[in-house]
């Protein structure tokens, strides 16, 4: 079935630097992802849409200067948090549609701690 | 505006029992339910899904529950098993998009 790989599972920063999630479709394309953060115990809260060959869309809240998003390619879509201090620590998660829309397969989510 | 409503935020149930989760949804534009199961740790997998043409579906030990006129769906999980405790997320979304509404989750614990 429809694979999301998401690289690195979990990192650990200093304040003042950036670190660079990665999210891959192996098998199939995706001209479309999703990136979600989630606090502890908490629901999905969608950050924004990377769109292959266009800008990312995000959602109201999202600062789009430190939370870059790249589509660089049709099974490829990266999200660097620039500039990560401490309240930036959480679990992203990114996503993409399979064929038709339905259904969305998720990565297996990066652990970002910001020291 | 929350467009998915998730009930109850947690839910301990016997092992053997059954665990029922409801959610209820306002658009009737929306025409794919989706179910997620996330365990600690990880990314949300897919666990079952319906469409509105039909009022329920089973999979194994999972069953949805489709109430067009009500605009609800709920999961039930039948003979309840502790691999089953980890949170449940309902979703929403139309065929003619790529967003996907999410419920706010329930954090299901079964005791053995």
């Known amino acids: 079935g429809a694979v999301v790989s998401q690289h690195p599972s979990w990192v650990i920063c200093k304040s003042g630097t950036s670190v660079k999630i990665e999210c891959r479709s192996l098998?199939?394309?995706?001209?479309?992802m999703f990136w979600y953060r989630q606090f502890p115990k908490q629901s999905l809260m969608l950050m924004a849409t990377s769109n292959e060959g266009s800008k990312a869309t995000y959602e109201q809240g999202v600062e789009k200067d430190k939370f870059l998003i790249n589509h660089a390619s049709l099974t490829l879509s990266t999200l660097t948090v620039t500039s990560a201090h401490p309240e930036d620590s959480s679990f992203y998660i990114c996503?993409?549609?399979?064929?038709?829309?339905?259904?969305?397969?998720f990565g297996n989510g990066t652990r970002l701690t910001v020291t | 505006q929350q467009q998915v409503k998730q009930s109850p935020q947690s839910l301990i149930v016997q092992k053997g029992g059954i665990s029922i989760i409801n959610c209820a949804y306002e658009n009737t534009a929306f025409d794919y339910f989706p179910w997620y199961q996330q365990f600690p740790g990880k990314g949300p997998a897919l666990l079952i899904a319906?469409?509105?043409?039909?009022s329920e579906k089973k999979e194994g030990r999972f069953t949805i529950s489709f109430n067009k006129s009500a605009k609800q769906f709920s999961l039930h999980i039948m003979d309840s098993q502790p691999g089953d405790s980890a949170t449940y997320f309902c979703?929403?979304?139309?065929?003619?998009?790529?967003?996907?509404?999410f419920g706010t989750g329930t954090s299901l614990t079964v005791i053995p």
């Open positions: 979703a929403a979304s139309m065929s003619t998009g790529n967003q996907f509404y």
């Open positions: 996503s993409a549609p399979g064929t038709g829309g339905s259904p969305l397969h």
């Open positions: 098998d199939f394309q995706a001209t479309t």
């Open positions: 319906i469409r509105p043409d039909v």
